[in-house]
């Protein structure tokens, strides 16, 4: 069945990054896989994490950082990073901020996402 979408469900998180969620557990109650659109300001990271989905970026503009186990990756404007399951890794943006689209498959949620406190 066809379903549209009208609306994003806006998550609050700390550090002034804007997530909007288009599909996913928050907005559509969907486990199956979340497409979520992000703005991060000026120098914003978060904690470490070592989720249970695979996470595909597309940035759109600035560059977003990815700190992983083989070192950093830098991913500007055009380009795509996607990170697997069970990795350790850490996202972060740079002095322009970044903005970007997420999918994450399955579904993100805090719990599976296993951040670590700083």
Not at 5 to 30: F, H, L, M, Q
Not at 38 to 62: D, I, Y
Request: glycine share 12%; net charge negative; aromatic share 6%.
């Amino acid at each position: 069945m066809v379903r549209k979408i009208e609306s994003a469900c806006r998550i609050p998180v700390p550090g002034g990054k804007i997530i909007d969620e288009y599909v996913g557990r928050v907005n559509t109650g969907d486990g199956r896989l979340s497409i979520a659109h992000m703005v991060a300001p000026p120098g914003w990271s978060e904690p470490p994490q070592k989720p249970e989905f695979a996470e595909f970026t597309l940035v759109l503009r600035g560059t977003l950082r990815v700190e992983h186990d083989g070192g950093v990756t830098e991913v500007g404007a055009g380009q795509a990073v996607v990170t697997e399951p069970g990795e350790r890794i850490r996202y972060g943006v740079g002095p322009d901020g970044a903005e970007y689209v997420a999918v994450c498959l399955p579904a993100f949620s805090p719990e599976t996402a296993h951040r670590e406190d700083e």
